[in-house]
């Protein structure tokens, strides 16, 4: 497992004395592990005699194998924003100069901190819109893996967002800021609680 990305963060988030990486992380890994429900819920219903024909299925499968591929590298990738933003507020700042560049290695590494978690989140709303594609639909069989597939990428959208909300509070470049919170408005548009199966 120490090759496969994604290991490196899912391993950090279950040390208890690491401190740095967190709900981003783990959110996107919540993602990832719902694209592998996903993707074995769509292969076992191959073969079934089912509404939709195995191409559909096999599809569905395929794409949720490379969501949940990305979305384990979108947690390292989230691991490692957030040790940027760390380093940067380590930067010195005993000269005007160096404050000014820390000020904007800080800035740059939260925007990154902000792109990172956003991305997941979107990988995390394609992953819900396959799985409502395959409800009822799906064999019987693994219905509620399906669910816990639903539950795991809704919660693993919300907490990349909720991580995308922290780190916009500190960017203090206006239109940046604003373009980042229009994508992460349209996603929570797109994809509401009510959307998930309980």
Known sequence: MSDHPGSEAFRRILDPADNATGGGAAAAIAGAMA?????????????????QPDTFYTAVAAEAEEIARQLLAGADADAQAFDAVCAAYRLPKSSATQREERSIAIQSALVHATDVPLANAEHC??????????????????ISDLECAELLAHAGQQGC?????????AIRDAETRARLARRAERLRESTSASDVSL
């Open 161 to 169: 967002l909720s991580n995308v909300e922290t780190n916009l509070r």
């Open 125 to 142: 709303r394609r992953v819900l819109q396959l799985c409502r594609m395959l409800r009822d639909h799906c064999n019987p069989n693994v």
């Open 35 to 51: 694209a592998a429900l996903l993707a074995m819920v769509a292969r076992l219903s191959v073969g079934r005699g089912l509404p």
